[in-house]
């Protein structure tokens, strides 16, 4: 079983900016695509960021694009997502998720593993 533990998460007022973590202790990291979700009350889970195995492709959601930023660090095992010029809306869930292979997806039903979340909060 892979476990993929989030921090980082926070309170921060609009315009800030956060760092998100996501470490697999233990577990195959190396080869597999992975990404970032988010769910905000009463809303469905969505589609982030996502990086490719080795990091050489990565895809981002039109509401981030030009503001958030997907990294991979496969000796650490760990992979970031750095959140700049938050704003409320920004506010959620964010949820760490790994492929089975090393391609991206923006499909939640394509990956395999899930962090247990960390709360973003984005005061106005």
């Known amino acids: 079983q892979v476990q993929l533990v989030e921090s980082g998460g926070g309170l921060v007022q609009a315009g800030g900016s956060l760092r998100l973590s996501c470490a697999t202790p233990g577990g195959t990291f190396s080869s597999y695509a992975m990404g970032w979700f988010r769910q905000a009350p009463g809303k469905e889970r969505e589609f982030v960021a996502a990086?490719?195995?080795?990091?050489?492709?990565?895809a981002y959601a039109d509401s981030v694009k030009g503001r958030f930023t997907i990294s991979k660090d496969n000796a650490k095992k760990t992979v970031d997502l750095q959140m700049n010029s938050l704003k409320p809306e920004d506010t959620a869930v964010y949820y760490c998720?790994?492929?089975?292979?090393?391609?991206?997806?923006?499909?939640?039903?394509?990956?395999?593993?899930w962090g247990q979340g960390a709360q973003v909060t984005v005061s106005s």
């Open positions: 998720a790994q492929r089975r292979n090393g391609a991206i997806s923006y499909r939640t039903l394509e990956y395999f593993y």
């Open positions: 990086i490719s195995w080795n990091g050489g492709n990565t």
